[in-house]
Structure formats: structure tokens, C-alpha cells
Nanobody
Framework: QVQLVESGGGLVQPGGSLRLSCAAS????????MGWYRQVPGKQRELVAA???????NYADSVKGRFTISRDNAKNTVSLQMNNLKPEDTAVYYC???????????WGQGTQVTVSS
């Protein structure tokens, strides 16, 4: 059974920062590559950042240089540090396995990020 719980979202002004966290209840978390995804109403969910079991990272072009993904295998968590936030970063953010997420029943509730002045 997989459970994913995201936290850390909120309302922030443009240029501000937030740090998202995801706690994963899954056996042998360390073997999975994990990703942060985001979704805006009416649009498909998109990958924002990913990190392999070995710590290699990749980012969507739109967030390169502003977002940093990290993981703590001892705590079964994956984090997303978001700096210099822009209004277009406004979305619900989710974590899940990368590149193929665990099934639809395993998406968490997400955490809302709103960037607005």
C-alpha cells in the first residue's frame, strides 16, 4: 500500500519562496525515483522535477534555476525548494513515483501553491 502526503503550500508574493514536503509510506522508498508534479484546473498534470534513487535530478525548463528537489531516504521524504516564485507557478503540487506514477488511487491530496500580489 502506498500513501503520499504533501504539505508546505500556501500563498506567497511573486519572488517569494516555499518549501514543499512529501511523506511517503511505501516499502523500500529508497529504490524509487520520485517526482513533483503540478496541476492547474483544466490542464493536464505536468512534471516539475524528479530525483532518482541515486540523487540525480532533472527539472522542467520553466523551473530550472529556481526549484531544487531533494530526498531523505532515512525519513521517506522528498522535498521541493521553490525560490523566485512566479504567478505561473500557481497550481496544486503533488509527489509521486517517476517516471510512471503509482496508480490514480495513490495520488495524495496535493498542496496548493498560490503566487499572487
Amino acid at each position: 500500500q502506498v500513501q503520499l502526503v504533501e504539505s508546505g503550500g500556501g500563498l506567497v508574493q511573486p519572488g517569494g519562496s516555499l518549501r514543499l514536503s512529501c511523506a511517503a509510506s511505501v516499502t523500500i522508498f529508497s529504490i524509487y525515483a520520485m517526482g513533483w508534479y503540478r496541476q492547474v484546473p483544466g490542464k493536464q498534470r505536468e512534471l516539475v522535477a524528479a530525483i532518482t534513487s541515486g540523487g540525480r535530478t532533472n527539472y522542467a525548463d520553466s523551473v530550472k534555476g529556481r526549484f531544487t528537489i531533494s530526498r531523505d531516504n532515512a525519513k521517506n521524504t522528498v522535498s521541493l525548494q521553490m525560490n523566485n516564485l512566479k504567478p505561473e507557478d500557481t497550481a496544486v503540487y503533488y509527489c509521486n513515483k517517476y517516471p510512471t506514477p503509482w496508480g490514480r488511487d495513490y495520488w495524495g491530496q496535493g498542496t496548493q501553491v498560490t503566487v499572487s500580489s
